[in-house]
Nanobody, 122 residues
Framework: QVQLVESGGGLVQAGGSLRLSCAAS????????MTWFRQAPGKEREFVTG???????YWSDSVKGRFTISRDNVKNLVYLQMNTLKSEDTAVYYC????????????????WGQGTQVTVSS
């Protein structure tokens, strides 16, 4: 059974950086499209960034140029490097995976992690 476990969340000041990690079981990191979503209080879960099995990447406009997704196929880890953080980045961040092309809709994901809280203080 495939599992995803996020870590690295916490409290950071605006303008700071944070790196999230997603540990995946089953060796899926190299075979699946890996994606990060986030959900702020009172809002719907939204796409942040994703990386396909072939390395293609896509970002939401709100994080483009500030967030970077990467993966380590040997360690089965996916990272989300977040720089120049803003208060509006405050949310629970979720790692998700799907066996297929990169998509941005929540319903297309096959596996979800439990999420990790990121709080940006202004």
């Amino acid at each position: 059974q495939v599992q995803l476990v996020e870590s690295g969340g916490g409290l950071v000041q605006a303008g700071g950086s944070l790196r999230l990690s997603c540990a995946a079981s089953g060796g899926i990191v190299s075979r699946y499209t890996m994606t990060w979503f986030r959900q702020a209080p009172g809002k719907e879960r939204e796409f942040v960034t994703g990386i396909s099995r072939y390395g293609g990447q896509y970002w939401s406009d709100s994080v483009k140029g500030r967030f970077t997704i990467s993966r380590d196929n040997v360690k089965n880890l996916v990272y989300l490097q977040m720089n120049t953080l803003k208060s509006e980045d405050t949310a629970v961040y979720y790692c998700a995976a799907r066996d297929g092309i990169l998509k941005t809709d929540v319903g297309a994901m096959g596996v979800w992690g439990q999420g990790t809280q990121v709080t940006v203080s202004s």
